[in-house]
């Protein structure tokens, strides 16, 4: 199984030495927003794509905004979902294959509509053409990943996040019903809450959850697990959690 990383932007490492650490580690893929809303400060994502070329890293899976993902509910034009074409067309052009997207946001999200759902099925006839997937997380809520799924859409999948899973859903349960709609992943571990931890630092049943995930056709896993928050690291502290995110995956895949 290939394995990637998303990339961690707690350190005042450039963009190249931490991929250059990725690298070192063992990872052969990185992951980040494709959204310079969500980066590091003075940092762009055309940087990150261009310093995983130099560095010898590849990339397959990017994330999109979710913050405004509520806006799939409005049956009329809007800025999101007019976004997601756009950052279709940029995967295109750029050769990505995945772009994460959540379908909701927070607790009790408004049902998506009918009008996004055509808009979807629109989209889909050029993620077909070029081979590149949209791929729904799931979430705090996954009614809305459901209505999306039941539609049968060419070349839109799960991402399926293993903490988020954890925290708010049957995760065994959601892997057996979506088997065959899983093609990426997020993996990190926790305790109930979604502090994104390295894998074996929490209490998910790791030994059930890849026995369900090897059952999918998850054909990279992307780990997504962060130091404490607000903790900047030095190049030492940086590389050693980078290690311990590699083992913890390691020992329990």
């Known amino acids: 199984m290939d394995i990637g990383i998303y990339d961690i932007d707690s350190t005042d490492l450039s963009i190249k030495e931490r991929f250059e650490i ?7 893929y990185v992951g980040f927003y494709f959204d310079n809303d969500y980066l ?8 990150l794509i261009n310093a995983s070329k130099e560095v010898g890293l590849k990339l ?4 999109l905004d979710y913050k405004k993902s509520n806006m799939l509910s409005l049956n009329e034009d809007n800025e999101f979902i007019n976004y997601v074409e ?14 994460v997207i959540h379908a909701s946001k927070g607790n009790e999200p408004p049902l998506i509509s009918s009008y996004t759902l055509k808009r979807l099925k629109k989209i889909s006839k050029k993620l077909l053409k070029y081979n590149v997937r949209l791929c729904f997380e799931n979430v705090r809520n996954n009614t809305n990943l459901e209505i999306v799924m039941k539609e049968g859409i060419d070349n839109i999948c799960i991402c399926y996040d ?18 065959d709609l899983i093609v990426t992943t997020h993996i990190h571990d926790n305790f109930k809450e979604d502090s994104h931890d390295i894998v074996g630092r929490g209490n998910i049943d790791w030994y059930k959850i890849v026995n369900a995930l090897n059952k999918t056709k998850r054909e990279i896993d992307y780990l997504e697990c962060f130091p404490p928050r607000g903790k900047v690291l030095n190049k030492s502290e940086f590389k050693d959690f980078i290690l311990e995110v590699y083992k913890g995956y390691d020992i329990n895949f």
């Open 22 to 28: 990725y690298k070192e580690v063992g990872f052969n």
């Open 40 to 47: 590091k400060e003075g940092e762009t994502y055309l940087d």
């Open 60 to 63: 397959s899976q990017l994330h």
């Open 86 to 99: 756009m950052k279709v067309d940029e995967a295109i052009n750029y050769k990505i294959r995945d772009l």
């Open 162 to 179: 293993s903490g988020h899973a954890h925290c708010y859903s049957d995760e065994i349960e959601f892997l057996n019903k979506y088997k």
